[in-house]
């Protein structure tokens, strides 16, 4: 009985062993360049909420001040794309963070965060094709929306007030043009973010030249008068502004921060480019560098126009809802209001095309590992996924048809937030393993996770072995190696599981227990004291243990702070999102739990590879008992060698 939840809970965590001598057998077309990867992140990423966000954000939260949340929030964002970037340039695979999570922390986290990342995108792509229906309607005069509420109205509570055919169409469209070809799709997507970049360049321009520098230097006196006018109140004594204090920061630094949580969804968007892996000339080069110089556009261009907006016009008098045209009449440039609706529908039109290409591809990924159902794996002549893509546009249709999604997209961020995490956690605990072969390990691997159970210990040896096994843990505690080893990667692996259960126990208790905190109630200081103490010597513990010597074209600096650092900002935000949301993604999830050991976990690629060489198992037994053959071995099986690290290769379909 033992013996068989041992090798079930081995099963959970099978990694994928990914050849890196075969980078360019791949069944997609690689045909995408860096530009193309630049301008797909971009799209993607500056979306339509660089037209609203602004305003919004700075009316409620920031102030002048916004462009400080937008910096806070490009740093916190730019942690986790450091992270993709050096994966990317490791496992130049279709897959993103499910295959990040495949190669490194097992099977099982990788599906929880492929089911999770199809969640986001499905959400993603539904919501924002109603968004541009909902842009297009109003521009137009609101005539859709009139007649599907005359003629197809629903009442029933969770779907929306009407079925929105247009959006379904637009979602149709975009499939038909992604099913086509990856290099057409990237095209268009170039030409609409050309578009999208120029009107922003003309917002910046014109907010600086009408721009008056007073707008950030505004009296606490004068936002009393304002309130007062705005109350309409006939005492003035004693009222205090309701816009803050005024100045640069008129709700003082805690405002800027809360705009800064805010303005870190704005950056969603960039970890589209890692699913190209099998798709893009060069990829451990063009990954990186698609990643990084996105992120930097798109932080110029929030930074530029959160900063005309506020030079533009009083932060207290933005529009929320439609700032940039409001703005644009308050300086006397009406006409503008019409360029800015052009840009707003294609950063739409990008942002649809980016929460869509993605998701056939982690489908795609998912069903070649056998994970999910295999027909999702096809690809067309032109060397397309065109089943994982109707699959996922034939969904996002159906949900952006009948269901109000405003309620859901909370749960967008759970599934980009566990990605982050995940593949922050892959990168410290792949940058501390051996730098040796790692052929005996994943040999070792396939035998213990062998269906048969041969193994060939005995109980008393199994104990001896763990015991031996603790001792040499302990020992590389006390006093590491020079170079990685098991034992210290071991250490790294446990340290870092301790860290991330500190960091969610003290992100729940700053969350639900802020007026405990503010109060100085001794058990929360002795509890966060203790929490501190815990994290500072797991931080000082990994910082003791050595890193691997082995190079790639990217890797991220200042490890391990930055990736300690994203792993704590990204699981401080999935708290945040409230009770709901977290009980709606349990229910996807327990659907997702069916879907997996129901058929994935039986179907697996990896369970199937082990299962078809049971000779493997017996060699592995036998390199374990004989030290003077493991030169031979390694050799041997050096095609299922797990090592990440390869020559940069182009190549072309």
Known sequence: MLEQVLSFSRSLVRRKVVDMSNLEDSKLCRCLGTVDLIALGVGSTLGAGVYVLAGEVAKGDSGPSIVISFLIAALASVMAGLCYAEFGARVPKTGSAYLYSYVTVGEIWAFITGWNLILSYVIGTSSVARAWSGTFDEMIGGHIEVFCKTYFSMNSPGLAQYPDFFAVCLILLLSGLLSFGV????????????????????????????????????????????????????????????????????????????????????????????????????????????????????????????????????????????????????????????????????????????????????????????????????????????????????????????????????????????????????????????????????????????????????????????????????????????????????????TVCVLVLVVCVVSYLTTYHIYSILGMEVWILALLTGCLLIFSGCVAMVCRQPQTTKKVSFMVPLLPFLPILSIFVNIYLMVQLSGDTWIRFSVWMAVGFVIYFGYGMWHSEERQRKLRSPANSYSTRKHIKTSGEKRADGDASGKDREGFICPETTSQC
């Open 183 to 494: 290099k057409e799709s990237a095209w268009v997507n170039k030409v609409f973010t050309s578009v999208n970049v120029l009107v922003l360049l003309f917002v910046i321009i014109s907010g600086f030249v009408k721009g008056d520098a007073h707008n950030w230097k505004i009296t606490e006196e004068s936002l009393i008068n304002v309130t007062i006018i705005t109350r309409n109140l006939s005492v003035t004594a004693n009222v205090s502004s309701d816009y803050g204090v005024g100045g640069f920061m008129p709700f003082g630094f805690s405002g800027t921060l809360a705009g800064a949580a805010t303005c870190f969804y704005a950056f969603v968007g960039f970890d589209c480019i890692a699913t190209t892996g099998e798709e893009v000339k060069n990829p451990q080069r063009a990954i990186p560098i698609g990643i990084v110089v996105s992120l930097t556009v798109c932080f110029l261009a929030y930074f530029g126009v959160s900063a005309a907006l506020t030079l533009m016009m009083p932060y207290y008098l933005l529009d929320e809802k439609s700032p940039l045209p409001m703005a644009f009449e308050y300086v006397g440039w009406s006409p503008a209001k019409y360029v800015v609706a052009a840009g707003s529908l294609c950063a739409l039109s990008t942002s649809l095309l980016g929460s869509m290409f993605p998701l056939p591809r982690i489908l795609f990924a998912m069903a070649r590992d056998g994970i999910l159902f295999k027909f999702m794996s096809k690809v067309s002549k032109r060397q397309s996924p065109v089943a994982a893509t109707m699959a996922a546009g034939t969904t996002a249709a159906i949900m952006a048809f009948l269901f109000d999604l405003k309620a859901l997209v909370d749960m967008m961020s759970i599934g980009t937030l566990l990605a982050y995490s995940l593949v922050a956690v892959c990168v410290l605990i792949l940058r501390y393993q051996p730098d040796g072969p790692l052929e005996k390990r994943a040999g070792e691997r396939d035998y213990l996770s062998s269906e048969a159970g041969e193994s060939d210990l005995t109980e008393s040896e199994s104990h001896l072995n763990m015991l031996k096994g603790g001792s040499s843990n302990l020992q590389a505690v006390l006093h590491p190696p020079d170079s990685p080893s098991e034992h210290s990667s071991s250490v790294v692996n446990m």
